[in-house]
């Protein structure tokens, strides 16, 4: 039947490119999980990655995480972004962006909606940390620490107020209303006045602890123990995130990007998934948000603008959208990068814009393509059935139960008393 | 009792009506054809259906119950199933993946193995092609997986809409004796089609839609004989 090559319903350039792919390289039976994806270098190192049992997973995961952790306190040469701007702040910086990228993944990477406004749901978790923190603040005051699991809750309310009305939409509609609600909160930030504007709120909240010489170890210039929290959190939200990949949820989420009406068709309520990968995420960004708010210690208006929305949309797809290692990668490098080339910093938008062009062309599933791994129950269920069967066939000594077709309809393997049973 | 029963129903896109009262039921264990032209609401009939469209007046009955309302994921669970217009797979999602979301809404994963056998003993290819992503396959291919799909929720009305779209003749007709092999095996067929010759030669019965309307109807035979009906979709003068 492949040489009845009916017209494609597809609209991506990947799987064009993949479908070549597989015609010109003579497919064989089997060898397909590899070929259709077209970055070959990382899909092999993804692929291994994937064959590797849990145990050596963790074997090289746990270096790469010292690694990390030590990353504020080695300041490696060249890599380094002194002098100029000081090394532990800008290693938080990163990890702030690549926590908003994991966050933002959720909602474009893995439920296909395209959220320009992002930036919105990061001014919430700011507002609500320096809010409950900040001495110019008319509210009660709560530890710093509180205001965390606060910042989530209420950006996560924001996320489904903003999903419920707005996730009816599809596509470029959606994205021009979370576009305009980006800018909504900027400027009811500046018209609210407890919100105060351009002022602001001075001193917010740090974590407690003082160091041996009085002063606070989450000091707004203490770059490294900042980093350190950032990153537990980092952690502790992959670890669920990756669940809630692998989990039905995840399932549901793909398939809405992949195509939203056969979703509805399958049985997914793509609705409520829609606005449960947008309250997620509107969580997550909301957590960076306070973090971000807490280590600056100042938070005002100007901060939250259009094109740091943009430059955070531009870190996943830089990154890789749909994949929660590639929304690292982007997130810390679009962070980094005017970091460390203070010299080009004012042409940061210029030298994006060149870079996802190129990347748009060589690499257009970004640095680390999405793979996904679904949790195909299928593939246990089968494999069940299929042993079960040659054990049934060996067994009888046989051989005319051809395929399992006869096998499936024989009266133990069919408990379901509905017309299939008798007509194989 | 029918299966499925539409009575007087309209379907509006804004102010546009695609379908006006329609009203026709699909008995249990039947084949029903719906063929007409483009645009003549073919497609609009089955998401109306499904449920991905609301109809503006009138009622849907699946087995004596009244769905109108109900929300398309609901209805799955309940019995019916659709194979989308094309095709409507997930591209990156491999072969074995897009069958396990045809499961999504089912309850009881204890049979999902068997149907699984029993979708790769009608469409052995899909058995070959299982680790494939499904947008790397043919079209042919990938109608297969959408019908194999839309039986993984082992339905009990099964909609098709026009599953020989774009595919060659010589498939078109493979297709449709497969139609005929899961009509067999129990599961009531619905299907919508252009190509008027097989959809009406392996239907109990059939409807004839021209714009929004059902112009005629009987058993395929009936209305493969008929002579409007062959000069305007069979091409025979």
């Known amino acids: ?424 | 009792m029918s299966l499925l029963e539409l009575e007087d129903v309209s379907v509006h896109y804004g102010r546009i009506q695609a379908i006006h009262n329609m009203s026709f039921t699909v008995e249990e264990g039947e084949i029903v054809s719906l063929i007409g032209a483009n645009g003549a609401g073919k497609t609009t009939t089955m998401k109306t259906i499904s449920g991905l469209l609301n109809p503006s007046t009138g009622t849907i009955k699946f087995m004596g119950e009244d769905i109108t309302k109900m929300k398309a994921h609901i209805r799955v669970v309940q019995g019916i199933s659709q194979a989308p217009e094309g095709r409507g797979i997930f591209p990156a999602m491999t072969v074995l993946e897009n069958l396990d979301m045809g499961t999504y809404g089912r309850k009881d994963r204890s049979g999902v193995g068997e149907d699984l056998e029993r979708v790769f003993t009608l469409f052995p290819r899909l058995k070959e092609r299982e680790k494939q992503f499904g947008g790397t396959m043919s079209g042919g291919e990938q109608q297969m997986l959408a019908i194999g799909r839309a039986l993984m929720s082992r339905p009990k009305l099964l909609l098709l809409d026009e599953p020989s779209m774009g595919l060659a003749p010589q498939f078109i007709r493979q297709i449709f004796k497969i139609i005929t092999e899961i009509n067999g095996q129990g599961t009531t067929v619905l299907l919508v089609e252009q190509n008027a010759n097989q959809a009406l030669a392996r239907a109990n019965r059939g409807f004839v839609l021209e714009t929004g309307e059902i112009t005629h109807s009987g058993t395929g035979k009936e209305l493969l004989a008929n002579p409007a009906i062959k000069e305007a979709y069979l091409g025979v003068g």
């Open chain 1, 1 to 424: 039947m492949s040489m009845f090559d009916g017209p494609k319903p597809l609209n991506t350039a990947k799987s064009d490119q993949a479908s070549t792919d597989m015609e010109s390289s003579g497919l064989t039976q089997g060898s397909s999980a590899a070929a259709p994806r077209p970055n070959r270098k990382f899909g092999a190192w993804s692929d291994r990655w994937r064959e590797m049992p849990r145990q050596k997973q963790w074997l090289v995961l746990i270096p790469i995480v010292i690694v990390a952790f030590l990353l504020p306190v080695v300041n490696p040469p060249f890599i380094t972004t002194e002098p100029g701007n000081d090394w532990p702040l800008a290693c938080q910086l990163m990890a702030i962006y690549a926590l908003v990228a994991v966050g933002l993944n959720i909602v474009i990477g893995y439920a296909g909606l395209l959220d320009l406004g992002y930036i919105a749901f990061f001014a919430v978790g700011s507002y609500t940390a320096a809010m409950l923190t900040s001495p110019d603040s008319a509210f009660i005051k709560i530890p710093y620490l509180w205001t965390l699991p606060v910042a989530i809750a209420v950006s996560m309310f924001v996320g489904v107020l903003l999903g419920l009305p707005t996730l009816r939409l599809r596509g470029d509609y959606l994205a021009i209303v979370t576009l305009g609600f980006g800018e909504i909160v900027r400027i009811l930030a500046t018209i609210i006045p407890a919100m105060k504007g351009q002022p602001g709120f001075q001193n917010v909240g740090h974590p407690p602890g003082v160091g041996a010489d009085g002063i606070p170890i989450f000091a707004n210039s203490n770059g490294t123990p900042w980093y350190w929290l950032t990153l537990v959190i980092l952690i502790i939200i992959l670890f669920l995130v990756g669940n809630m990949e692998r989990s039905r949820v995840g399932r549901a989420w793909i398939a809405i990007r992949e195509d939203e009406d056969a979703a509805e068709t399958m049985g997914v309520p793509t609705f409520k998934y829609k606005v449960w990968a947008f309250a997620l995420g509107a969580g997550v960004g909301g957590l960076a948000g306070a973090l971000m708010g807490g280590q600056v210690g100042f938070v005002n208006n100007q901060k939250f603008d259009v094109v740091t929305s943009i430059l955070f949309v531009a870190a996943v797809v830089l990154g890789g959208s749909g994949n929660k290692v590639g929304a690292i990668l982007g997130g810390a490098l679009v962070a980094y990068i005017p970091l460390r080339f203070t010299a080009i910093a004012e042409y940061k938008f210029l030298i994006f814009g060149l870079a996802l062009v190129f990347i748009m062309i060589y690499r257009s599933q970004g640095l680390l393509p999405a793979k996904q791994r679904l949790l195909a129950y299928g593939t246990k269920a089968y494999a069940a059935v299929r042993k079960e069967n040659s054990a049934r066939v060996r067994k009888n000594g046989d051989p005319g139960a051809p395929g399992g077709t006869a096998g499936s309809g024989l009266p133990p393997a069919a408990p379901e008393p509905n017309a299939e049973g008798a007509t194989s």
